[in-house]
C-alpha cells in the first residue's frame, strides 16, 4: 500500500516549480495587456516597453557585476519588473525619463536589499513612484488611444482645442483620464455620470491612461490565464476587488451624482493590474492566508481612500508600498503553522 511512497527530509514540492517558470507565466499573463498597449497607442507603446526592459536589465547586470556576485538575469525577475514598470507609464512619456524609472528600480528597489527575494517593496511601484515625485507633468499627461474617432476635438500645437475638419496637423492629442474626471465630479459635487458612461471604453482600453491600465479585457485574458497555471492564488485579488468594491460603494450610494459607479473604478486607472499582478507579488507579500486577505483588504482600502478623499486621482502604488511597509508586521501577526504543531510563539 505505502510502496509508492518516497520518504524524504523537507522542503517537499508537489510540482516542478523555479523562479524563472514563475516569471516567464507572469510574462505570458502580461502579453494582452502589452499587445493591447500597442495597438491603442503604437510604436511609443513599444519602444517603452522594451527600454524599461532593457533599462532594467542592463542595471541589474551592471548591479551583480559591480558586487561581484553571480549573474541573476536567468530568473527572468528584470524583464517582469522592467514590463510592470512600463504598463505603469503613461503612453506619451519619453524615453529618457523611462531609463531614469529602470535604473532606479532595480539599484534602488532591488540591489540595495540584496536582490530578488530581499527587497522589502515592489521594484516598479518604487520606480514609478520616483518617476512621479521627479517629473509630476510627464507623468500626468495622457494621450488620446489613435482609435478614437478624428472628429473629437483634439489639443493643437499652440494649445487651442480644434477639429481635425479644420486641418490642424498634430503628433498625439491629450485627454483627461476617468479617474481625473471622478475627481472633478467629486469636487463640483456633480457629473459623475460622465465617467459612468465610459464604462464600457474603459473595459475595452478606448480611454487615457497608463499603457497597461486602459483595457481591463486585456488584463482580465491574461489573468485567467495566471489563474489556470495556479501561478497566483485567488487570496490577494480577491480581497483588493472586495474591499475596492465596497469601499466606493458607500459613497455612491450616498450621492451618485458626484461619486461613479463601483464597476467604472474597478475598470479604471491601475486596479486589475495591482490586483492580480503587483499585490501578488510572492516577495513582497505575505506568506499566509490570513495575511493575504489582510494585506489584499489593506490594499483596496487605502487606493480607494486616496480616489475618494485625497487630492491624487489614483492611490495604486502608494498602497501597494504601504503595505509592503507592514507585511512583516501581518507576517508576525499570522505565523504559518508547522506540518503536526502549532507556531511558536
Request: hydrophobic letters at 50%; charged letters at 15%; one cysteine or more.
Amino acid at each position: 500500500m505505502l510502496k509508492d511512497v518516497t520518504v524524504s527530509s523537507a522542503p517537499h514540492v508537489s510540482k516542478p516549480l523555479s523562479t524563472r517558470g514563475v516569471m516567464v507565466d507572469v510574462v505570458i499573463g502580461l502579453a494582452p495587456a502589452m499587445l493591447a498597449a500597442g495597438y491603442y497607442f503604437r510604436a511609443h507603446a513599444v519602444i517603452l516597453i522594451a527600454t524599461c526592459v532593457i533599462a532594467c536589465a542592463g542595471t541589474e547586470w551592471l548591479c551583480n557585476l559591480i558586487r561581484k556576485k553571480p549573474n541573476s538575469l536567468d530568473d527572468c525577475s528584470a524583464i517582469v519588473t522592467g514590463i510592470i514598470l512600463a504598463l505603469s507609464l503613461p503612453p506619451g512619456l519619453p524615453v529618457w525619463a523611462a531609463v531614469v524609472g529602470g535604473v532606479f528600480c532595480i539599484a534602488i528597489g532591488k540591489m540595495v536589499f540584496g536582490g530578488l527575494g530581499a527587497n522589502i517593496f515592489n521594484p516598479a511601484m518604487v520606480g514609478r513612484t520616483f518617476l512621479t515625485a521627479s517629473f509630476g507633468m510627464l507623468m500626468t499627461t495622457w494621450m488620446v488611444p489613435v482609435t478614437i474617432a478624428a472628429v473629437k476635438p483634439e489639443i493643437s500645437a499652440d494649445n487651442r482645442v480644434k477639429a481635425v475638419s479644420e486641418g490642424s496637423v498634430l503628433h498625439a492629442r491629450t485627454q483627461a483620464t476617468p479617474l481625473a474626471l471622478s475627481k472633478d465630479a467629486l469636487k463640483k459635487k456633480e457629473g459623475a455620470d460622465v465617467v459612468n458612461e465610459q464604462l464600457w471604453a474603459a473595459f475595452t482600453g478606448e480611454v487615457g491612461g497608463c499603457l497597461g491600465e486602459t483595457s481591463a479585457l486585456a488584463l482580465i485574458i491574461g489573468v485567467i490565464y495566471l489563474l489556470m497555471r495556479r501561478t497566483i492564488n485567488f487570496h490577494i485579488p480577491l480581497a483588493v476587488l472586495l474591499s475596492s468594491f465596497v469601499f466606493t460603494s458607500i459613497p455612491y450610494l450616498i450621492n451618485s451624482e458626484s461619486s461613479i459607479s463601483p464597476l467604472s473604478h474597478l475598470c479604471s486607472g491601475g486596479l486589475l493590474m495591482c490586483a492580480f499582478f503587483i499585490a501578488t507579488d510572492p516577495v513582497t507579500a505575505p506568506l499566509t492566508r490570513r495575511g493575504m486577505w489582510v494585506f489584499g483588504i489593506g490594499v483596496g482600502a487605502i487606493t480607494m481612500l486616496i480616489r475618494i478623499v485625497g487630492e491624487y486621482p489614483e492611490g495604486v502604488m502608494y498602497s501597494i508600498l504601504l503595505m509592503n511597509a507592514v507585511t512583516p508586521l501581518i507576517d508576525r501577526l499570522f505565523k504559518r503553522i508547522p506540518t503536526g504543531g502549532k507556531a511558536s510563539g
